[in-house]
């Protein structure tokens, strides 16, 4: 997972709380992505940004926000309006020919 | 749109017989297309990508994955496996018409039993 770093590793929301999942590169990487994966599941988009200062929505973006003011950073918020926000939550950013993940977030809901 | 499929949910070998793990995808350009292992509580780690020329494409722990344009499909395979291959495995596909957007099949849980 070289080159990617989130934290924290586990992570617990109470309710009406919102919670930052943090992810850095120093890969020097344009292209920053946010995927969401559910036990047995597989890995769905939330948010992805091609460039510093934006970002677009992707499958299942209702519930998050991010922002991506540094090249290297591109935190994830989980707001209060994400009812069921108990997932595991992966970072990751893209050369052309592959995608570099971070080791992951574990978020669950006290 | 672009999307891929994993047929099978989970697949059982022996150890020391060979692997398949199956992939079939649909994109409306050229495909880009890779493989992934995913251990518990981990992020996902590369494991070979198919971009362009050789239909078979070598990668990471002896795996290998053959490119069927006529099939669509991009099948993960080892002739030998072993107890610590068991792990779960995902296809992703870019769509060379859709810039970044990698798209992933539903995984596949590969147990290699002793």
């Known amino acids: 997972d070289g080159g990617i770093t989130q934290s924290p590793k586990y992570l617990f929301r109470k309710e009406g709380q919102n919670v930052t999942l943090s992810c850095e590169q120093n890969l020097n990487h344009d292209a920053m992505y946010w995927y969401r994966q559910d036990p047995g599941q597989g890995l769905r988009l939330i948010y992805y940004?091609?460039?510093?200062?934006?970002?677009q929505k992707g499958d299942i973006a209702e519930g998050y926000s991010v922002s991506r003011e540094k090249k290297e950073s591109f935190p994830l918020t989980v707001t209060s309006a994400q009812k069921n926000p108990t997932a595991f939550y992966l970072c990751?950013?893209?050369?052309?020919?592959?995608?570099?993940f971070g080791s992951g977030t574990q978020l669950s809901v006290l | 749109a672009q999307s891929v499929a994993q047929p099978e949910d989970q697949v059982n070998v022996a150890e020391g017989n060979p692997l398949t793990v199956k992939c079939t995808y649909s994109v409306s350009g050229n495909p880009y297309l890779f493989w992934y292992v995913q251990y518990p509580n981990r992020g996902l780690q590369f494991l070979l990508k198919?971009?362009?020329?050789?239909?078979l494409v070598k990668g990471s722990y002896g795996f290998e994955a053959e490119f069927n344009k006529s099939q669509t499909s991009f099948h993960l395979k080892k002739p030998s496996a072993l107890v610590s291959d068991s792990a779960l495995y995902f296809c992703?596909?870019?769509?060379?018409?859709?810039?970044?957007?990698?798209?992933f099949g539903p995984g596949t849980r590969l147990s290699v039993l002793p």
């Open positions: 990751a950013s893209s050369s052309r020919d592959r995608l570099f």
């Open positions: 992703a596909v870019r769509d060379e018409n859709y810039g970044q957007n990698f798209v």
């Open positions: 940004s091609q460039i510093v200062n934006d970002f």
């Open positions: 198919y971009i362009t020329g050789d239909n």
